[in-house]
């Protein structure tokens, strides 16, 4: 069965620090893979998606960005964080079997402070 | 994708079926239901799907009325567990961009 893994859960970073959070699938191949931003008592916010390796579209121009080194793996990053970056980051996949459901992992929890 | 209207809370008693309702009325002809929760903390979990017909998993049951301006999801036994926010979704499926939108959701609580 397919299942996908996010990590670290939570984070505390300080402003200006870097960012890398990833984000991996097992049990399909070649997925549409997305980053959401959650934040507090609002709905998701879709950041990034990729249909591909090396296929990386922006949906809202802003501090971070997106990479897709490898089929299954999908890495959020960021230079230099600000106060505002903080929320629950959210990957989620697609296949072509999947009837175009989003499963979507645990989440991560970052505050930057 | 079309707009829909959900309570923004309900309470339900453990082992009681909790029916959560939904009304989509600007539903377009190749616009499908989902339902989504999401547990406190956690990611959006997949629950179930339609078009037309009504469907069953083995999490919950989908009817659908035959204008299909409004739905309704069924947990049969709720526990404890099932305590999330519930959001309808209606959309194209739409192998690419598949950017999902979430209202704001019925906040369902299970009471012991």
């Known amino acids: 069965s397919q299942t996908i893994h996010q990590w670290p859960a939570t984070l505390v970073q300080p402003v200006g620090s870097p960012l890398s959070l990833e984000c991996t699938v097992e049990g399909t191949s070649n997925p549409n893979l997305y980053w959401y931003r959650q934040a507090a008592g609002r709905g998701l916010q879709l950041l990034f998606y990729s249909v591909g390796i090396g296929q990386i579209s922006s949906e809202v121009p802003q501090n971070l960005s997106a990479s897709r080194p490898q089929d299954r793996q999908f890495i959020l990053s960021s230079k230099k964080l600000l106060l505002s970056d903080s929320g629950f980051y959210l990957c989620?996949?697609?296949?072509?079997?999947?009837?175009?459901?989003?499963?979507f992992g645990a989440g991560t929890r970052l505050s930057v402070l | 994708d079309a707009k829909t209207t959900q309570p923004p809370s309900m309470d339900c008693a453990e082992g009681r079926a909790a029916n959560l309702p939904c009304n989509h009325s600007t539903i377009s002809g190749n616009e499908y239901v989902y339902w989504y929760r999401q547990i406190h903390s956690q990611g959006p979990q997949y629950i179930i799907h339609g078009l037309k017909n009504n469907e069953t998993n083995e999490m919950a049951s989908l009817i659908i009325t035959e204008d299909r301006k409004s739905s309704t999801l069924i947990l049969p036994h709720a526990t404890l567990r099932d305590t999330a926010v519930y959001y309808c979704?209606?959309?194209?499926?739409?192998?690419?961009?598949?950017?999902?939108?979430f209202g704001t959701g019925t906040r369902l609580t299970i009471i012991p």
């Open positions: 989620a996949w697609t296949s072509l079997g999947s009837a175009h459901i989003q499963y």
């Open positions: 979704i209606v959309r194209v499926p739409n192998f690419g961009n598949e950017k999902l939108t």
